[in-house]
């Protein structure tokens, strides 16, 4: 570390005097390479890239701002709209090494979809009645829309998920970022036994 700092103060000596630079004190340091983000990203051993826990906060943040649940627009019109933010930040964010990270945020998003859904049903009998249409059965239809549990832990349910499958949500306009992104990188990652491996939140 002490040897990083000696090299630091001679880049920034050279920077500033020689080319009459000005180094931005507050965003250099000397610091292990993992605990630092370089332009939305972290870099790991082996030069591994994944996307910055600050990254994620601001974009979660923008999802958070176009899917509010008092937003009175179809379900459909508010899954298309996530398209093009979807779209940049899989752009963006297109060199990171794996994308676990994009179905984690999947199954976020969805979530809640799911809970805007849930939300315009409004009542119990509207509920029963979707869920039922989605091949959910009686007994599950009523213990959900006769629960006390706020929308957002209702979208997390079994019962949310199967009348409100990933495929359905698709069927509304949503488009997954792993889809974007196998879609622009060709990265499918595949096994011998099971094929195309997806993790279905």
């Known amino acids: 570390m002490e040897a990083g700092k000696r090299v630091m103060d001679t880049i920034t000596r050279f920077l500033e005097k020689k080319l009459k630079l000005k180094v931005n004190k507050e965003k250099s340091c000397v610091t292990h390479v993992a605990q630092r983000k370089f332009l939305g990203y972290r870099i790991y051993h082996g030069g591994k890239l994944t996307i910055a826990p600050q990254s994620i906060k601001r974009f979660k943040e923008?999802?958070?701002?176009?899917t509010k649940r008092r937003i009175a627009k179809p379900l459909e019109e508010i899954a298309k709209e996530l398209t093009p933010l979807l779209r940049g930040w899989v752009n963006y964010?297109?060199?990171i090494e794996g994308g676990?990270?994009?179905s984690e945020l999947d199954g976020w998003i969805r979530r809640r979809l799911r809970a805007i859904k849930l939300q315009q049903l409004k009542s119990p009998w509207t509920i029963v009645k979707f869920l039922q249409e989605q091949g959910v059965t009686s007994e599950t239809s009523w213990k959900m829309a006769k629960s006390g549990k706020g929308k957002w832990r209702l979208a997390?349910?079994?019962?949310?998920?199967?009348?409100?499958?990933?495929?359905?949500?698709?069927?509304?306009?949503?488009t997954p970022l792993r889809k974007l992104w196998e879609e622009l990188t060709?990265?499918?990652?595949?096994t011998a036994v099971y094929g195309t491996v997806r993790t279905v939140v």
């Open 62 to 66: 923008k999802i958070l701002e176009k």
């Open 93 to 95: 964010s297109q060199h």
């Open 100 to 102: 676990q990270i994009l």
């Open 156 to 174: 997390r349910t079994a019962g949310a998920q199967r009348g409100m499958r990933n495929k359905w949500l698709e069927m509304q306009g949503y």
């Open 186 to 190: 060709g990265n499918l990652e595949e």
